[in-house]
């Protein structure tokens, strides 16, 4: 855990590779991730933070040995998070937490021993990105997600209203400086606005 911990606080961090594509909105970056895979577990509940929390603590512990191999994965960046909104305000959400697998175990990865916890061949995604900083609570979420719908319809882009991610990029150990990220789904070519 202190090995996971000192690579959080004080290395780089391994993260998915993207292009960006050249056309950017002002406030937004355009990205496509390729293919990869990614360790992932699914919860629900009324409120996001919680519902990460508890996602995120299931993956801290397949990264730290709760696995088929009970081997040791280093830490990657970001963490995302896949919101499926409720149907109405009272209704739960589903949020499937995920942390991306190392280049060195993509082609093989360890199965999970948590029978809650999957492995995820995520297809190819083009994503609208907004960047924002601090500690990414609930209500930051929200606000940052709805500025990047309302930049998206400024601009007369076509996007999918949901699902959406949440990504986060630091510690929780750190204070300054921080990297959060809404995701947009880019709508696939033909498809209506």
């Known amino acids: 855990m202190l090995k996971t911990l000192g690579q959080a ?23 496509t991730y390729p293919a990869a895979k990614w360790v992932s577990t699914t919860t629900t509940g009324l409120q ?18 709760n696995n088929q191999s009970k081997v040791n994965v280093n830490m990657t960046a970001p963490v995302t998070t896949l919101v499926e909104p409720g149907a ?17 175990l993509q082609e093989n990865p360890p199965e999970p021993s948590d029978e809650t916890v999957f492995l995820e061949n995520r297809k190819e995604i083009t994503v609208y990105v907004r960047t924002y900083g601090g500690f990414s609570k609930e209500q930051s979420k929200r606000e940052n997600l ?44 033909g498809e209506q606005k």
């Open 9 to 31: 606080l004080f290395s780089s961090i391994q993260t998915p590779k993207f292009t960006k594509e050249e056309k950017q909105g002002e406030d937004y970056e355009v990205r």
């Open 48 to 65: 996001w933070d919680p519902a990460i929390s508890v996602g995120f603590r299931k993956l801290f512990k397949y990264i730290q040995g």
């Open 88 to 104: 109405g305000p009272a209704c739960e959400s589903t949020f499937t937490v995920s942390f991306y697998i190392p280049l060195e």
């Open 146 to 189: 709805l500025k990047l719908v309302e930049s998206l319809q400024r601009d007369g882009v076509s996007f999918q209203d949901q699902p959406y991610y949440v990504a986060g990029y630091d510690s929780p150990f750190k204070l300054t400086n921080r990297c959060n990220e809404v995701w947009i789904l880019k709508k696939p070519e």
